[in-house]
């Protein structure tokens, strides 16, 4: 037996048997899933869980705990803070409390213009941010500063999103009014 066929002849085999496990397990999918849903006990040499047994033991505890404090808890009304009627006062209590989510909140209008333009064009919007980018490098509409403008922004929205950074809240309302200024300018440029 040559080299060549030897290495055949061992991938073959060494990835047959994956293959085949894989494919059952794409076969019977469903089953499959079904009966992951049941299990209550998981048990290795170094874990075990009972999860369905304790999961009810801690259900009977909060009803017990509900129960309990209902009551001796007289009924009172409490005055809930009302829910925000407009996209500024949601923004500002998500700047008060998630700074960072509110930056993700006001990027959505800017993704929304983004939309609206593409579709005017009766483009498909593109899936990748460089395709999107080409377009509008080419549209005279959209100046040079403005897909640069577009370009920081996006970058320090992703950082908000994806590093974790602690963004004050000045600096999440600092994002909003930049935010707001980048859609009003891609607004005007799409007209």
Do not use: C
Request: net charge negative.
């Amino acid at each position: 037996m040559d080299t060549l066929t030897f290495i055949s002849n061992t991938i073959g085999q060494v990835i047959s048997w994956p293959v085949a496990i894989i494919g059952l397990g794409i076969l019977f999918r469903s089953p499959i899933g079904e009966r992951l849903k049941d299990i209550r006990k998981i048990k290795t040499k170094h874990f075990e869980a009972n999860f369905g047994e304790e999961l009810e033991i801690a259900e009977e505890k909060i009803i017990a705990a509900e129960a309990e404090i209902t009551d001796k808890i007289p009924d009172s009304n409490i005055d809930e803070e009302p829910l925000p009627q407009t996209r500024e006062e949601l923004l500002e209590q998500l700047t008060e409390l998630m700074p960072n989510a509110a930056i993700l909140e006001s990027w959505r209008n800017v993704e929304r213009t983004l939309d609206y333009y593409f579709s005017n064009k009766g483009i498909n919007m593109p899936k990748s941010r460089q395709s999107m980018l080409g377009h509008l490098d080419y549209d005279p509409n959209f100046t040079p500063q403005l897909v640069t403008a577009y370009q920081e922004l996006r970058l320090l929205r992703n950082r908000a999103a994806h590093v974790g950074e602690n963004i004050s809240e000045r600096q999440a309302k600092e994002f909003i009014a930049l935010a707001d200024r980048l859609t009003h300018a891609l607004m005007s440029a799409v007209k």
